[in-house]
Structures are given as C-alpha cells and as structure tokens.
C-alpha cells in the first residue's frame, strides 16, 4: 500500500543524494495553470457578478440572482446548526483567538539619539478577502482559521466566498455559513475557485455597465485554500493584493523511532491521505520493525475508513513513502529537507528532536499531538506552508494581516548631528541631490551643519 525508500548507509554529504528529492512531491504544476485561469480573472474584472452568475450555472449546476448571500441564509443556518459541532467550532475559536491574542505585537518606538526617534507601527489591513472551498470537503474549520487572526489583527471589513452548492440551492455550504454567523462576518459571496479571488482583487460590480452598484469592493489581502486553479488566480493577482500563500496538497511527515505506537502512526498518515488523492503522508524511521508494523496497520485501518479510494491512492502515490534511516539523526535531517507541512515526532525524549527542527509548518509533539488536533481545537493555526516552502515561510497568524510602517520624527539638533553622514554617504553613491535635501535645511556648505 505504501513504498519504502531505504537511506541506510547513505548520507546527505554523499554526492547526487539530495534529502529534498528522497520522497517526491505529487505534481502541482501551478505555472501550467496559470493560462488556464487568466481569461477568467480577466472576465469577472470587467464583467463582475455577470461572470460570476455564468460561472456558477456552468461549473457548479446552480442559477444565481444575486451572488452576496442573505443575512437571514447564515443566521438560519447557525440555528440548524448541531448543538455539537457548534460547542466544537465555539471551543475552536476560543483556542486560537487565545493564541492570536498572545501573538499581536505593539507598536515599537527606538529613540536613537535626542531627538530622532524611529517607530515600528503594525497597521493592518483595511479589508481582507477569504476563500473557503467547498467542493471535496466543506473546509468550515478553514473559516475560523483564517477569520479569527483577521479580526484579532484589528481587519477593519472581511470579505468571504465560498462555491454555490446545488444541494443547498446555490448558497455555500450551510456549516461555513454557519461558522460565519458564529464569527460576525455578514459580507458572504456564493462564488467559486479563480473567479472569487478575481472579485476579491479588482472588485466586482452587479451588472456590466460602469455606473452599475458595486457588489464588491476590491480588498488589501486575500487568504484560504483551494485547487490548483484557485492557488493560479492567486499568483496571478499578488501585486495587486497581498495573498497569504500558494497552498499545495497536504502533507505531513512523521519521525519515528521503536517506542512510537504504529496504529497511532499509521491513523495520522491516513488522516492526511483522506484529504486529496495528491496528499502526501510520509515516514521517517529507523527501525525496520516499527515500519513492518505500520504498514501492516496501514493495510487494517484502511477499508474500515470512509474514503478508502482517495486514502489509498494517496497513500500509493510517489508522493508518499516509508523512508529507513540509520538513526534519528539522519531522520533529523531528512525531515529538515522536507520541510514539511505537518510533523509529528514519536520518540523518546520527542521535545529534544522536536527543538532541534529547523524546518515545518507545524511540529506536533509526542503521541497525544497529532496534526487532527491541530486541524481543529489546538489554538495552533492550520494554514500552513507546503511544498518545501517552509524552509522560508510561516503559517498564517496575526501578523499575516500586519503590515510594519516605519515612522521617523527628527528634530532638527538630532538632523543637523547626522547630516554630514548623509551628505557623505549620498556623495559616495553619486546622488548628490540627496545631500542637497539635507544641506538646504542649514545652508550652504558644510559648516551650516558641523
């Protein structure tokens, strides 16, 4: 059900063994699908909800009036709303607002010398745009991750859209419409994959004319998952909005010794593998009969599962493997090359190797942390960087809504002591005028300023 790839005996200083390329990643080839999403974005710029409409009636099956989702849709929504998932999804929400309070940093204010100062002020975005798919799986949990730091940051207006359901008569799905009502966000848009992030970015309006209503308005940023094609229309809009990242398949990595439990290692593989036949479960172990077991575990856990073609494909995939170490310590290194969106450690004294990670999206400790629990109600977020990217990008947070403005208040005693360094350093670089500016507060010369 799933390959070995045996290390033993090699390491990275070895020529031509790459740990990034031990455990191939499923092909997302976001570049290719760029050409295939640009005519849409280009549609909804100037054609707004009229594409929008016609979107939804040919890739989703549904007939739209109006794309903006009814106030009245979320509140009864939230009232069907299972007492039990509602306490789960309130509990949620507590945690990781708990943390992205813990996480806001304040202003910062350096006095260099009398009377220069330069201060650090974290403004956040005016408006954000986030996108919750609802094909596969209604990612619900996806509202509160990516909404909660949002309004934590001091977000002044959030937009969301999620694809029209035909089953539910063209509105989202009623558990993200739910989770909406429990968050306060009302500005709710039954839109899908490239063409909801087309609106995010250059607004839409509700007809086709220039002096028709603005449905809605452009925003700052835009967060949230999504398909391929979805993770195209983002890179193809960054630079005219902030996005937050290009999401591949998940994935997740766990380092493993023999006094890991294998039904526990082999019940997160799976729980990762249920998500997408791309997704990618790995593990990485030196002991031969820890791996025997989980793949006989593997084989057990499978068929009682729900999604047992879309786990098993992933699962079989190239993107998936058991990958034999001589020792942890070269387990270290294979799952720091990885860089994994997920890594759990099973090990004795985990901690210690869990402090000696260098590279993950999120790093979940010991047997009673597993990437489920981070999935929903640790406090942690799960919008995570994949691909590798986590050898340079971080998860979605607080300060993904922030942006640092850097404020300089000299007077001038505190100019007129810095200005000959100006001066010198802008003659160095052949831009005079630069000094100029500086030297036309004192005048002539440089002894105005000495």
Known sequence: MIRRIDLRGRRASEPALDYRAVVPRAPFDVEAAVDAVRPTLDDVRHRGAVALREYASRWDGVELTDIRVPVEAMARALHELDPDVR??????????????????????????VPGGTVT??????RRAGVYIPGGVAPLASSVVMNVVPAQVAGVESIALASSPQKEYGGLPHPTILAVCALLGVDEVYAAGGAGAIAMFAY??????????????????????????TTVAAKRLVKGIVGIDSEAGPTEIAILADDTADPSYVAADLISQAEHDPMAASVLVTPSVE?????????????????????????????QSGVVLVDDLEQGLAVVDAYAAEHLEIHTTDAARWAARVRNAGAIFVGPWSPVSLGDYAAGSNHVLPTGGCACHSSGLSVRSYLKAVHVVDYDQAALRDVAKHVVALAEAEDLPAHGQAVQVRFGPGTDGYA
């Open 87 to 112: 306490a789960a999804f309130e509990e949620s929400i507590r945690r990781l607002r708990a943390v992205s309070e813990a996480e806001l940093e304040t202003d910062t204010e350096v006095r260099v």
């Open 120 to 125: 650090q002020r974290l403004v956040p975005y």
């Open 203 to 228: 607004g839409a309006r509700a007809g086709e004319g220039p002096d028709t209503e603005v449905l809605c308005q452009p925003v700052d940023f835009v967060a949230g998952p999504g398909r391929i």
């Open 290 to 318: 820890l791996a025997t077991a989980v793949e006989a575990e593997l084989e057990r856990q499978v068929p009682a599962t729900k999604h047992v073609q879309r786990i098993g494909e992933a699962l079989r995939g190239e």
